[in-house]
């Protein structure tokens, strides 16, 4: 059995609405970027949301909009994807790490007030596989010492936890439409905000900081631009925002369906001792973007190895962003720095994990795994 490690979920309504883009005028930012922005807005429960090309730009922008700069500091997690400690990076500012739960993978809030020195500016949470961290806590103590949050929401778009949505108590939240994501347009991100200023500022500074886009320049009588202040270029085109238009009404019962996935999965692997999964918190809504198995740290590659000589595509989410080579040698980070950070990334195997997998598939993964991990 050939089993992909993603498959999309795209259907014929999605495509139609990007034939009818590629059949109008505009194919940049222009009408439809602006529907899919109200929509997002209104699922996510925030006042204003700004369409852009990637989470690492929504990221960047994030960091830009706050004026962090050399010489700051921004705490954050080394349990993610490397792009949320590469946002501080291009802004000239250093990255300070803080370990995670070893239940959840989460930033451990317990540990954040001693990260903070004079030079931190904000915070940048990582809701990890889709698992919202731990707001109220990080949002008082950010109120304590006058920092900023921003949520690294790329795997959360649907998330919730002590009845608190993504977007809802941090500045300024980031979303990625990547490929794999449970909305996707191939690449695409987005912010979510709900201070005005930061909306109008967002809008300007996805095109070179300019006064007026494309289609405001274009659709009256010409009006010249300025260049307001140095932004960068990553507008979501109208190409992009069509084919998520639609997506964004069958969101909840795709997760629906991804929530019963994951327990079958549970159910797959409850009785074998070699496999943990990491803890739900319970009295949430888990956004189920990625399923991960943490299995003897030692044995991981091994297993990983024959997961894929039996047909099964697996991916690690995440090695450490600490112990990458340009934050090792610009850092003097070495193993050991964040223990529980590097024990989930020694440990973890992401499976297969979409609404296109059959139950036989289902059951053959679950099979192959245990086979596996007790062999
Ligand atoms: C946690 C996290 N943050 C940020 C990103 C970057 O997203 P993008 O590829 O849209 O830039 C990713 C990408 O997978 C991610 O997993």
Known sequence: MKIEFYRHNLAKEDKDEVIKVLNSLFL?????VAEFEKKLAKYVGSKYAVGLTSCTNALELA?????????????????????TANAIEYAGAKPV???VESNTGNIDASLIEQAITKKTKAIIVVHLYGQMCDMKRIRKIADKYKLKVIEDAAHCLEGERDGIKVGQLGDI????????????????????????KIYEWMLRARQHG??????????K?????????????CNMSNIQAALMVKQLDRIEGYLDMREKLARKYDKGFL?????KTPAVISGGKHARHLYTIWVDRDKRDEYMHLLQDAGIGVAVNFRPIHLMKYYREKYGYKKGSFPISEKIGDSTITLPFYIKLSDKEVKYVIDTVNTITNG
């Open 97 to 99: 790490f803080v370990d």
């Open 210 to 219: 300019m006064s007026k886009n494309a289609a405001t320049r274009y659709s």
């Open 28 to 32: 940049t930012t222009g009408d439809c």
């Open 173 to 196: 939240a980031c979303y990625s439409f990547y490929a794999t994501k449970n909305l996707t347009s191939g690449e695409g991100g987005a912010i979510s905000c709900n201070d005005k």
């Open 271 to 275: 009785k074998n001792k070699n496999i």
């Open 221 to 233: 009588k010409y009006e010249h631009y300025d260049m307001e202040f140095l932004g960068n270029k």
């Open 63 to 83: 960091v830009k909009y706050f004026g962090i700069g050399h010489e700051d500091e921004v705490i954050t997690t080394p349990m993610s994807f490397i792009a």
